[in-house]
């Protein structure tokens, strides 16, 4: 079982930067992909962005293309998200999600961060 702590949430002005964590407590991290979703009020939840577990590749959504980071430091165990530009589009309750690198879903799924944008 692995837990996955998300943190790193707030509220920031539109234009402004926040950087979020995704904290697991496995010791096999390294191992697995992991990608960062939300889920703005009244919406389906979305693919934001995602790091294979050898960070070799990073994939974006299209709406984050640009102004998001996504890395990870395996031995510290935690994937980062990194927001810049930041549009009230964005806020959402952001989740992170991690998969076993051979798998094709994302099994486990953190509790999610707040990121409030204000216009």
């Known amino acids: 079982q692995v837990q996955l702590v998300e943190s790193g949430g707030g509220l920031v002005q539109a234009g402004g930067s926040l950087s979020l964590s995704c904290a697991a407590s496995?010791?096999?991290?390294?191992?697995?992909?992991v990608a960062w979703f939300r889920q703005a009020p009244g919406k389906d939840r979305e693919f934001v962005a995602s790091?294979?577990?050898?960070?070799?590749?990073?994939y974006y959504a299209d709406a984050v293309k640009g102004r998001f980071t996504i890395s990870r430091h395996n031995a510290k165990n935690t994937v980062y998200l990194q927001m810049s530009s930041l549009k009230s589009e964005d806020t959402a309750v952001y989740y992170c999600?991690?998969?076993?690198?051979?798998?094709?879903?994302?099994?486990?799924w953190g509790q999610g961060t707040q990121v409030t944008v204000s216009s």
């Open positions: 790091i294979t577990w050898n960070a070799v590749n990073q």
């Open positions: 496995t010791r096999t991290f390294s191992g697995y992909n």
């Open positions: 999600a991690a998969g076993w690198k051979t798998g094709d879903d994302y099994a486990y």
